[in-house]
């Protein structure tokens, strides 16, 4: 079988590309097609791939603000290629679901949420600093986004959910079933520590949406140590509402948010995720987290077992899950054997197991 992946650009490297460099793992001689990528911020197991990029990587200084191409990207994926394939897996959280294939090839579409800034527009724009004529703009145009969105829902023969909360935004808005696959933890690149610092970690791409101010707030009233790694277009905002006792350290090496995750006290998850990866990496090094109660994060933490939840996105809520966690006694080993249960061999098998029986299934139908 020829199998070729999809996914929607390449350009900020965050759990969906984990997830890309899995499926690139597990097919390597598998091309990857998407609309641009940066070959700088490409993870190091997809630097060998046969990444092939649409007209949009042409475009002079179009990967370092991709958000402004946005009315380009459904033309872009129009001229994608896929005759020579039997099946094409794509990973998409906006456009690469869209794709077009022939009738003889399967496309299975791993979604990690149906595009947030099109159905959750108010949300997903709340905090950005856009002119208030673009957004308004941006607004009118993505009633037609929805529209094409949900209209192209139907090339998909087959969607795979990452989590609970996607299954059900795919029923809502595309009428489709979906089963719920996990999204694979590397769980044996973590090592826990008997050394625990004296600090929070935050591991995020730094957008609005994912409310790294709220941890900011709740860090500038407490006065407690906060370590935020990542980078993205909110730094400034939030590097402006901070106090000295919270420290931005950028983009790091795997190895080093790797002992990051070992040493902190917990790892902080204060927005709504459609699954969250990072959660799961700090439990495998041992680590509690410290969840808003809501998305992906209701799949992965179990309150007192590897986790606390607060309910609602205000400070207070958030000072006093800390004080929950500290005043908590945590097991270590029952941490890391819960963040096993999402290892990527788990995922591995679950996954291409599944893609063999949909096949089968779609050429017994024809």
């Not at 997830?19 to 700088?40: D, L, Q």
């Not at 059900?168 to 079933?177: G, L, M």
């Not at 080093?256 to 990072?278: N, Y």
């Not at 992965?300 to 606390?308: A, D, F, H, R, V």
């Amino acid at each position: 079988m020829k199998i070729a992946i999809a996914h929607d650009y390449l350009i900020q490297m965050g759990g969906a590309e984990r997830v890309v460099e899995v499926f690139h793992n597990m097919y390597p001689k598998a091309p990857i097609y998407t609309t641009m990528f940066n070959t700088s911020s490409l993870l190091d197991n997809l630097r060998d791939a046969d990444i092939r990029a649409t007209w949009l990587q042409s475009i002079p200084g179009v990967a370092g603000n991709f958000k402004r191409a946005l009315p380009l990207y459904p033309l872009a994926i129009r001229d994608l290629d896929f005759n020579d394939f039997d099946i094409v897996v794509s990973s998409s959280s906006a456009f690469m679901k869209s794709i077009r294939v022939p009738k003889h090839t399967f496309h299975l579409c791993y979604c990690h949420t149906p595009m947030r800034f099109a159905w959750d527009y108010d949300t997903y724009m709340e905090r950005q600093t856009h002119p208030g004529l673009m957004k308004r703009l941006l607004k009118v145009y993505m009633k037609y986004l929805k529209e094409w969105d949900q209209n192209t829902s139907r090339f998909v023969n087959q969607f795979v959910a990452n989590s609970s909360v996607v299954q059900e935004r795919i029923r809502k808005y595309y009428h489709r079933e979906a089963e719920v696959i996990f999204p694979p933890i590397n769980t044996a690149r973590f090592i826990p520590s008997a050394r625990i610092g004296d600090y929070y970690l935050i591991v995020s791409r730094l957008v609005s949406y994912k409310r790294i101010d709220l941890a900011v707030e709740a860090f500038n009233r407490n006065g407690l140590k906060l370590v935020i790694v990542g980078e993205g277009p909110d730094l400034q905002r939030l590097a402006g509402m901070a106090r000295s006792n919270i420290h931005f350290a950028g983009r790091l090496a795997d190895s080093e948010v790797t002992r990051m995750m070992a040493e902190c006290r917990a790892l902080l998850f204060p927005g709504e995720e459609d699954f969250g990866i990072t959660p799961l990496e700090a439990n495998a090094a041992g680590r509690p987290v410290i969840a808003y109660e809501a998305g992906g994060a209701l799949d992965t933490i179990i309150p007192y077992q590897n986790g606390i939840f607060f309910k609602e996105q205000q400070v207070e809520h958030v000072q006093k899950a800390i004080m929950e966690m500290e005043n908590h006694s945590w097991d270590v080993g029952a941490i890391m054997e819960h963040a096993r249960k999402f290892d990527e061999k788990r995922f591995v098998e679950q996954f291409k197991g599944y893609v063999e029986k949909a096949y089968a299934q779609f050429k017994r139908e024809g």
